[in-house]
């Protein structure tokens, strides 16, 4: 088992070397992400290492992420008790870090005037089941020229926030930007979400 759940590390790590590379020509900025990405992937396994395994909270998995950024005070984060399995654990981190990094950036985080909410809930399915539905909003002061967030370019995070997180919950995902805020929505089944109770 632990076999396995390092040869799953050893690929994200790889698939991340990859990506940024494919999008980074500069030899710094490259190392630079690729460390930030590990970083990130290293405070998942860390929460997931404190439960032996058994997965995380959500609010828990949320504000580890965001430690790096700060701002504290500018950010609000709301929902019900979640246990999330380990998959979610690692592919949310990833999810959640690089909007961080976005926000950060261009958003919500880079200034003193923004605001960042992050809230799920669980909403009833027609079939009778049930999908946890999570929102990342932000609202910032516009920003003009180089600091302008780039809609039309497909990096790492964002094949990260579309494809990779959203399609390892077997859910979908949205991103909207606009001049003066973002916000991502992530939609999946709750019994890829949360931990079994026979994890």
Do not use: C
Request: aromatic share 6%.
């Amino acid at each position: 088992e632990v076999n396995h759940r390092v040869k799953n590390q050893f690929a994200v790590i790889l698939s991340m070397v990859r990506e940024t590379g494919r999008r980074t020509t500069d030899p710094q900025e490259f190392e630079q992400r690729v460390s930030d990405r590990i970083m990130a992937l290293s405070r998942s396994h860390d929460l997931l290492v404190n439960s032996d395994w058994v997965g995380a909270s959500l609010s828990e998995l949320v504000e580890e992420h965001l430690k790096p950024f700060g701002r504290e005070n500018q950010i609000r984060i709301e929902g019900p008790a979640i246990r999330l399995s380990a998959n979610a654990v690692q592919h949310l981190g990833m999810a959640l870090h690089e909007l961080g990094t976005n926000s950060a950036k261009y958003g919500a985080l880079a200034s003193d005037a923004g605001r960042l909410e992050i809230d799920w809930k669980i909403t009833p399915r027609p079939d009778g089941l049930t999908d946890l539905h999570l929102t990342w909003e932000e609202r910032f002061p516009p920003m003009a020229g180089e600091r302008r967030f780039d809609t039309s370019r497909k990096g790492f995070g964002t094949v990260v926030l579309q494809r990779v997180a959203p399609q390892a919950l077997a859910g979908h995902a949205t991103m909207k930007r606009e001049a003066d805020r973002m916000t991502w929505t992530l939609v999946a089944p709750v019994e890829t979400v949360v931990a079994s109770e026979t994890d």
